[in-house]
């Protein structure tokens, strides 16, 4: 291959590569799930291909990358509409402290040691366990940390999103929707089809309607 090819086909392999970025749009580039990060490995390896092999040309590779692309695309669409199928396919937050309490089973169920997490505090300027309310070990292996002086929710976590329960939150605080159907009532809230999230506040219960 000459310099020449190589140098149109990196070019080419580079603005190619922005689109199909840009087309994933920002929650991909700000959060990796587990889904997102084999999408990404999948196309660069694609399109490395098309650089390095005589026999496979730009083309297929980037209709091979776009085929992935819409596929993703597809899939989180897919799991939106289908809140259950999205816990399966990437997983769902976890608690590691909920209201000052350190949850050990759940920190060895995910080969997370206690040095990890002291780790991470003192990265967000938190010098002990102490000192946080809430800690949340995110999809993406984030840790998102709320201190007790700071802390406004009974959890930070919403039971509702756009009308569909979320029985994970329900468990996490040994709850059911019936549980929750008879807090909202207080409300005047009798169909949680009708809201589209929903927290549960120090001071009482934080909605938003559709």
Not at 133 to 151: P, Y
Not at 168 to 196: A, Y
Request: net charge negative; glycine share 6%; charged share 25%.
């Amino acid at each position: 291959m000459k310099y020449s090819e190589i140098f149109l086909l990196s070019l080419m392999t580079y603005v190619y590569l922005i689109i199909l970025l840009r087309f994933l749009g920002k929650k991909e580039m700000s959060q990796l799930s587990v889904l997102d990060l084999i999408v990404f490995l999948i196309i660069s390896e694609l399109m490395t291909f098309s650089i390095g092999d005589e026999n496979l040309n730009f083309w297929h590779s980037a209709l091979a990358a776009a085929v992935i692309v819409c596929a993703d695309k597809l899939c989180s669409y897919i799991t939106m509409k289908i809140p259950k199928l999205k816990s399966v396919l990437e997983g769902h937050p976890t608690y590691i402290i909920r209201n000052g309490v350190l949850f050990k089973d759940k920190m060895k169920k995910l080969n997370y040691t206690v040095g990890d997490l002291c780790q991470n505090l003192r990265e967000q300027g938190i010098g002990s366990i102490s000192e946080v309310q809430f800690a949340i070990l995110e999809i993406d292996g984030q840790l998102s940390v709320i201190e007790k002086t700071q802390n406004q929710v009974c959890l930070p976590s919403s039971f509702i999103i756009d009308g569909v329960v979320d029985q994970k939150m329900l468990e996490e605080i040994d709850k059911d929707e019936e549980w929750l159907k008879k807090e909202l009532k207080k409300e005047g809230i009798t169909d949680l089809s009708t809201i589209f999230y929903c927290v549960k506040e120090v001071d009482g219960w934080y909605y938003i309607k559709k």
